[in-house]
């Protein structure tokens, strides 16, 4: 990335996009206020909301379903609507700026089609996922009470015992474990309104009927190539963690490398963290060994949907080492990246490779930033994961990042997955997923090894209860 590139990255914001976001954020307070009698506010932002759509195929669905719950009459129907609209609003906030960003980065990327889908059936699964959904609506944040939490646990473990409505089940978990965690609500300094509406407004889309079928085969193509990690971003929550690993993909027909990602996760509990988390991928020993070991991996008819690859172990074989930077370096200016699917659109979950070398560390508004050719890019030394080496103080050292472009809270953000840094006088590569197969720092690996293992202890447990 250039010094030009994030000068036109930063100079400016999309047209419209503070009144959009403002709009969500009206809607969000209603949530926390509740649905069950909208005041005279909350009326003004819904309908604020109502208008934003009117151009749009959805306007008649929504100008319905606001003046039913402003009326006091709110049903699942009507929730999936507002849930809907909101997200569409998010959606095209999010397109905004990877627009912004693309044009800025000079980046392809291929256009969204749109495949039918097949006629889904009721599920009762689905429907008791929507009946918690919509009390949480209608009681609001502020209202979240310990009975109303313990009462997620039915609708969760009936999603869980779904294959296809897992990713629903986790989502539904991790909502209730912050509010479990937050009761009562109403005395918290600041709610989280804008994450907890996030999560709302997804559990309620994926709990539609439609959503718990499986996509038309077209729509999943099967992969061939060469992919080439470029780093690991790591997702960690009380009772679950997720690492996604970024890279280039060199498809074997041939054509130009491909911006590609592909995740693996694992249920746990709170008391596995740092590298511990490791350990609870063990049954994809070929995926770990390519980030610790930064090695290529030729894969063989792997499901893809747009960007995202559905990982298997058993069909990835490890390839020859590879140098991060300089597969970056040569290839990632020419990468095609994919489209985005449209629940997937959100201004958080903007998540794109790049390449800063060349570039000075300095303080700037309480962080850190990058200073390229005069214009600083903050550093988003938070997101760093506890599971490996990469620390503030390295990325302070560093003159090159490889790393993902954020927006987050009107800003663009940069989150180091990998860094190039002068250390104690010498230059070294330090990656988030140099410890996928062990600690290799000794003081961090003696420190571990006082506190024990936890997850290994956890699984005898475990072991013992089942045996029994």
Not at 433 to 457: I, L, M, P, Q, R
């Amino acid at each position: 990335m250039l010094g030009t590139q994030l000068t036109a990255l930063t100079s400016g914001h999309p047209a419209a996009l503070t009144d959009a976001l403002d709009l969500v954020a009206g809607v969000d307070a209603a949530l926390t206020r509740g649905l069950a009698r909208v005041g005279e506010a909350d009326a003004t932002a819904l309908a604020g909301l109502a208008g934003a759509l009117a151009a749009t195929p959805l306007a008649d669905l929504v100008a319905e379903a606001i003046d039913k719950i402003c009326a006091g009459s709110v049903t699942p129907e009507h929730l999936a609507a507002l849930a809907g609209a909101r997200s569409a609003l998010l959606g095209a906030a999010h397109d905004a700026l990877l627009g912004q960003l693309d044009a800025a980065l000079g980046r392809g990327r291929d256009p969204w089609s749109v495949a039918p889908a097949p006629p889904a059936g009721p599920s009762p699964v689905l429907a008791t996922v929507r009946a918690w959904l919509h009390e949480v609506a209608v009681t609001g944040w502020h209202g979240v009470d310990h009975e109303l939490v313990a009462a997620a646990g039915t609708p969760v473990e009936a999603a869980l015992a779904a294959p296809e409505s897992r990713r629903l089940a986790v989502l539904l978990d991790g909502l209730a474990a912050e509010l479990r965690a937050c009761v009562p609500v109403a005395t918290m300094p600041q709610v989280p309104a804008r994450r907890w509406a996030d999560l709302w407004a997804r559990g309620v889309l994926l709990a539609q009927d439609a959503a718990a079928v499986d996509p038309p085969a077209d729509v999943v193509d099967r992969v061939d190539g060469r992919l080439l990690p470029l780093g690991v971003d790591v997702h960690e929550h009380d009772t679950a963690m997720q690492i996604q690993v970024h890279g280039l993909l060199e498809p074997a027909a041939g054509g130009p490398p491909r911006l590609v990602r592909t995740a693996v996760g694992a249920a746990k509990v709170d008391t596995i963290v740092g590298p511990a988390l490791w350990r609870l991928l063990q049954a994809h020993p070929t995926l770990l060994t390519a980030l610790a070991q930064r090695r290529g991996v030729t894969v063989t008819d792997l499901p893809a949907r747009g960007a995202d690859l559905h990982w298997h172990d058993d069909r990835a074989q490890l390839d020859e080492p590879v140098d991060p930077f300089a597969a970056a370096r040569v290839l990632l200016p020419g990468a095609q990246a994919a489209a985005i699917a449209p629940l997937n659109r959100h201004p958080a979950a903007i998540a794109e490779p790049v390449l800063l070398e060349g570039y000075a560390v300095r303080d700037h508004d309480g962080g850190l930033a990058a200073d390229l050719d005069g214009r600083p890019l903050a550093v988003a030394v938070d997101r760093l994961p506890s599971c490996g080496p990469l620390t503030p103080e390295v990325v302070a050292a560093s003159s090159a990042c490889l790393g993902l472009l954020r927006w987050d809270d009107g800003r663009w953000l940069l989150q180091p997955l990998a860094v190039r840094a002068d250390v104690k006088r010498k230059v070294v590569d330090v990656h988030t997923g140099d410890w996928a197969c062990g600690v290799s720092d000794a003081k961090v690996a003696k420190a571990e090894a006082k506190t024990g293992d936890a997850v290994a202890v956890l699984r005898e447990r475990a072991g013992r209860l089942l045996r029994r």
